[in-house]
Structure formats: C-alpha cells, structure tokens
C-alpha cells in the first residue's frame, strides 16, 4: 500500500491539493481531525480516549494518535494506500508514525512538499480583512473591495481580527516553519521526501506530484483517471 505523506505550511495550498491527488491516485485523504471526531462519534475505546483529552483542551497524545491512524489505514477503502494530511506535525511524530508503520512491515511511501517560500506565505496569510456587519471576507491583494475600507455588499467598516494581523502571523508562521522544517528534515533523512514548487498554478502543481510521486514508486491506480 502507498503511504503518502503531504506536507506544507498554512496558505502553500496543500488543502487544494489533497482532494485532487487523491481523486489521481484513487485513495481516500485521511485527516486526523476526521479521524478524532470519527472515533468519538463511533465511541470506539481509542475515540473515548481522544476525547477526554479533546473535552480537557489537550492535544491527543502522539500514541493514540498513531492507534487511529492504523485502525484507519486497516479500513477497506484504504488497502490501496491513503494520503495523510495533517499528521506527522513535529519530527517525534513522524518517528512514531515511521515505528507504528514498520510493525506492520509498511512505511511511508513518499512524503510531498508543497514548498513555498515563508515571505510568500506570509504575504498569501496576511491582509485579510472582514466587514464589521455580517463578516464578508475581503483579501488586500487577492479580492480587495471596491474602495478600500467598506465592504462591497453592506457598506459597513472591514477591520482585521487579531489572529489576521501581520505581527500575529509571523508569531504563527515561525512556529509553524520551525516544527514543518522537522519533519521535513526527517523524511529527507529516510530519502522519501518529494519537494514541488508550490507557487505555480494549481494544475501545474498537481502535475509536478505526479512527477515527484512516480520517482517513488506511486502511481496512479490501474484504471483511473489521471
Ligand atoms: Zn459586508
């Protein structure tokens, strides 16, 4: 089975890409949100587990994490591999997921990085501003209003919320960076990782996947469209 892990920071367009990759490849995208909210809503042991840490606010820890995962990855849809989208987030993890993979004499198959430049994303992340009366959403470069400041379809003020405000971003996108640079550097080191420029259209962006992933050995399935 294809293991495919996609990587790329908020705003490269990793969330465009998965639900097209995975129609190529003709495997399902698994996100560990879905998983989480799957496994509670099923009130599986491991999703009752989740959740006490979910209802406390915590994170859930790594090893249940993994636990998921697999009891996913054993599902029917996905004997023929699955894209990860979300998961491994810090180098520890993609340990424990590389460990959880080898009792199952699998591995990750390949790991593809949409790579953009954090100058880039930092611009693609920044200048969105919101109306004031019902939250239209407007983009300084990518969907500016018709004059600056009043929303198109109420006239009422736009502002930035805090999480939208340029010092803010870079404080998340640091982070971000530092723990992707992680498990980039991980994947590097075991020889899957499979690096596409990320500031090309989306088409040619899904091409060059389709390049990286066929150097390592994925394909789309028989039968399927590509
Ligand atoms: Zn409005």
Redesign the pocket.
């Known amino acids: 089975m294809n293991v495919v892990v996609l990587l790329g920071a908020p705003g490269a367009g990793k969330g465009t890409q998965a639900p097209l990759l995975a129609a190529r490849l003709g495997i399902p995208v698994v996100a560990t949100g879905d998983i989480f909210r799957a496994a509670v809503r099923d009130g599986t042991p491991l999703g009752m587990e989740a959740r006490r840490y979910m209802d406390a606010g915590q994170l859930v820890p790594d090893e249940i994490t993994v636990k998921l995962l697999l009891d996913r990855l054993a599902r029917p849809d996905a004997a023929a591999g699955v894209i990860l989208d979300g998961f491994p987030r810090t180098g520890v993890q993609a340990q424990a997921l590389d460990k959880a993979l080898a009792e199952r004499g699998q591995a990750v198959s390949a790991a593809v990085l949409v790579d953009v430049p954090a100058d880039e994303l930092e611009r693609r992340m920044s200048g969105r501003w919101i ?1 004031r ?2 939250g ?1 959403p407007y983009h300084e470069t990518f969907s500016p209003p018709k004059s600056a400041g009043v ?1 198109d ?2 006239g ?1 003020d736009l502002y930035q919320r805090a999480d939208d405000r340029p010092e803010t971003i870079r404080a998340r996108l640091d982070q971000q960076l530092g723990a992707l640079t992680e498990v980039i550097d991980h994947y590097r080191a075991s020889g899957v990782i499979a690096s596409v420029d990320g500031l090309q259209g989306i088409d040619a962006v899904g091409a060059a996947i389709d390049v990286a992933l066929s150097e390592h050995g994925v394909a789309p399935l028989a039968g399927q469209v590509s």
Do not use: E, I, M, Y
């Open positions: 109306c009366a019902s239209h929303c379809l109420d009422s």
